[in-house]
């Protein structure tokens, strides 16, 4: 066999290597940033099902909070339409029913008998987990997309994602400011 | 980041097979020493392993569960510890949810068992169940998820079989050698010099084997809890609420009472930990605590290269804890403001304590529910009745 087809044969395998491990390690890395994706959605339809229960149970205890109530409601139901948007759009919304609960369980300071309800603090136990929940999904999704993203610009994989078509992810950040914090559960 | 930290996982590859070698090293001499033949030594220290190794293997989760008699409880049980379990499972993207097991003990401890992430189990004791507020609690669980996550659960098993092989055959070999006579008397015809020194390394070896394996284990030990509460930092983005929750359980005295030897390296702090003893005690399964609060507490944001550089400034020196895998790539991690209690300390720290009371009652078969007059009542598993009376009020209750 002349000389120029053995490094040819060589340089061939060499590449298939590098590609085919590339590829596959392209399509692990998108596949766990969907895997993440699909958490912070299966957490932020948990709140959409807390939500309602919450508005009942506050209903039954206070007078004066309707506008408070229907904020809550609304910003639920408006989120809830968008659920299929994409990661930037969705953060928008997500971040508007953030406030619009923690406006609500600033309101609940004033009502100790509801404060005490124990049906109350179950739900409050659950919501508080929910937000936990969001924002840790949130930040295990942001990780695997920066890592995928990383990835797919570093060489040798940027070659392999120009030539597969991998796209960057998009991450999914919370907008205001006030929302980066916890949301204020707080009832000293 | 996220992924396995595959250097660390090499070097702990080199030192289990570290220990195998002495286990086979002290097979072949023992062998050799009674059979007048290292092979058949070797075959019984393979032996012995690989049984070890079976049980473990398909009931080893189970049997150190019902060692530390722990019970697994669901989320009606204990609403709070399950959700930040989940929580952390979340944060760390383990693929399963843990089963969450409560040990019905004073004493402050924690541990992850399970050989793969798919059927892990995570359990914590009572005590230290109503002493952590939900910050510290996180704190903790993220310690053990990351136990999971890092394979650390599979590698101390494997260690802790072949220490434990070496440690039983030493402990056979020697008391055969006790009360069974000289061997050698059996097989004179082998020449008597070479045998004399075989037999006084049989014996050295057989005092030192159990000990040097178990300081590979615990030296193993040691640097993967030194990442486990890395990790918790950055899964919860707060190593302070682990810095807390530890120096709660270093204020504790109490020992574990179902822990021995050979789970210690599973807890969260060395369940032994004794008075008088050195800082940095090679025996030691963990570091010291007020070493691992410091550099928790220096820590200036919460990624891996932070806790790196936390370690190499409490400790003084640069010789890297974290491998450097782990380190690479991670970009700035924030550390996030504390969760305030929804209540004020006091009186959460008498609803912590209800709660985990009334899952412990429930472990044991009994159902609370609360009277209007504000009573809890206890209904134990043998009462059939539909109602039950309220002895502080005297309402009728359905059961």
Not at chain 1, 29 to 38: E, I, V
Not at chain 1, 112 to 127: C, F, I, R, V
């Amino acid at each position: 066999m002349p000389v120029g087809a053995i490094v040819g044969i060589i340089v061939g395998v060499v590449l298939a290597i590098i590609f085919g491990g590339g590829y596959n390690r392209l399509v692990q890395l998108r596949n766990q940033t969907r895997n993440a994706w699909s958490q912070i959605d299966v957490q932020l339809k948990r709140r959409y099902d807390l939500i309602p229960n919450l508005v009942e149970t506050v209903k039954g205890y206070t007078k004066h909070e309707r506008e408070t109530l229907e904020a809550v409601t609304k910003a639920r139901n408006m989120a809830e339409q968008l659920s299929s948007a994409g990661a930037a759009e969705r953060a928008k919304v997500e971040g508007e029913l953030t406030s619009a609960l923690g406006r609500l369980l600033a309101v609940v300071e004033k009502y100790p008998d509801l404060k005490a309800n124990q049906n109350y603090l179950a739900l409050q136990e659950e919501l508080s987990s929910t937000e936990n929940r969001i924002s840790f999904a949130r930040q295990y999704y942001n990780d695997s997309v920066l890592k995928y993203n990383n990835s797919t610009q570093t060489i040798p994989y940027n070659v392999v994602a120009r030539a597969f078509g991998f796209k960057s992810g998009e991450f999914f950040e919370v907008t205001a400011a006030e929302e980066r914090k916890a949301p204020k559960v707080s009832f000293t | 980041m996220w992924e396995q930290i595959s250097s660390n996982r090499r070097r702990s590859i080199a030192l289990t097979i570290g220990i195998g070698a002495i286990l086979l090293l002290l097979g072949w001499l023992i062998g050799f020493f009674f059979f007048a033949n290292g092979y058949a030594g070797l075959v019984v220290a393979v032996v012995i392993w690989a049984i070890m190794n079976l049980v473990a293997l398909f009931q080893g989760d189970s049997i150190l569960l019902s060692v530390s008699r722990a019970k697994k409880i669901t989320k009606s049980d204990h609403p709070r510890l399950y959700n930040i379990v989940e929580e952390m499972q979340i944060a760390s993207g383990l693929e399963k949810m843990p089963d969450v097991y409560i040990i019905d003990d004073p004493a402050l401890n924690a541990f992850a068992t399970g050989r793969d992430q798919k059927r892990a189990s995570v359990a914590i004791t009572s005590g230290l169940l109503e002493k952590l507020n939900r910050d510290e609690l996180q704190g903790v669980i993220g310690h053990e998820i990351a136990h999971i996550k890092n394979r650390d659960v599979l590698l101390m098993v494997m260690c802790g079989i072949l220490l434990g092989s070496i440690v039983m055959l030493s402990w056979i070999a020697s008391r055969v050698l006790l009360f069974g006579g000289s061997p050698r008397s059996r097989s004179s015809s082998s020449s008597d010099s070479g045998g004399g020194i075989i037999i006084i390394i049989a014996i050295v070896l057989m005092i030192i084997a159990p000990i040097a394996a178990q300081m590979i284990y615990f030296a193993i030990s040691r640097k993967r809890e030194y990442l486990a509460d890395a990790s918790s930092a950055l899964y919860t983005r707060y190593p302070e609420g682990l810095a807390s929750a530890l120096e709660k359980l270093a204020a504790s005295t109490q020992e574990l009472r179902s822990a021995n030897k050979a789970t210690a390296p599973m807890f969260i702090v060395n369940p032994f930990r004794g008075k008088g003893r050195s800082a940095a005690d090679l025996t030691s399964t963990h570091p010291p605590i007020s070493e691992r609060i410091r550099i928790l507490r220096s820590m200036t944001g919460a990624s891996f290269a932070n806790y790196e550089q936390a370690y190499e400034q409490v400790r003084g020196s640069r010789k890297a804890v974290l491998p450097g895998s782990a380190l690479v790539g991670n970009g700035e991690v924030e550390i996030r403001a504390p969760r305030p209690e929804p209540v004020e300390p006091l009186r959460a720290g008498i609803e912590r304590r209800r709660e985990t009371s009334q899952a412990v009652w429930r472990m044991n078969g009994y159902n609370t529910i609360r009277c209007d007059c504000g009573t809890w009542l206890k209904i134990p598993p043998v009462l059939q009745n539909s109602t039950v009376r309220c002895p502080h009020c005297g309402r009728i209750n359905p059961t």
